[in-house]
Nanobody
Framework: QVQLVESGGGLVQAGGSLRLSCAAS????????MGWYRQALGKPRELVAT???????NYADSVKGRFTISGDSAKNTVYLQMNSLKVEDTAVYYC??????????WGQGTQVAVSS
């Protein structure tokens, strides 16, 4: 099973930026789709963004125009560039990787905290 390791979280002021990284233990091109989800305290996990390599990207309405998902197959890494951060973006962010026909794999999460 693939190992996914997130990094790049931290504390930032509203309006600031962070870039999250998700390093995979194998080629990211092995996956049908990869993405980022987040879970705020007391709330369900929600989709942030997904990427199909050589295909499309998809974003939650709440992050469109502010967040960008991308991948670097040479580094086996998926990124989430987060700009114009808001307090409501505070959450644990999880990376996920999906192969056809099997349950998705998840990383351990990285905490993002945005202060006002």
């Amino acid at each position: 099973q693939v190992q996914l390791v997130e990094s790049g979280g931290g504390l930032v002021q509203a309006g600031g930026s962070l870039r999250l990284s998700c390093a995979a233990s194998e080629s990211i091109l092995n996956f049908v789709v990869m993405g980022w989800y987040r879970q705020a305290l007391g709330k369900p996990r929600e989709l942030v963004a997904t990427i199909v390599f050589g295909g499309s990207t998809n974003y939650a309405d709440s992050v469109k125009g502010r967040f960008t998902i991308s991948g670097d197959s040479a580094k086996n890494t998926v990124y989430l560039q987060m700009n114009s951060l808001k307090v409501e973006d505070t959450a644990v962010y999880y990376c996920t990787a999906q192969r056809a026909g099997v349950p998705a794999s998840w990383g351990q999460g990285t905490q993002v905290a945005v202060s006002s």
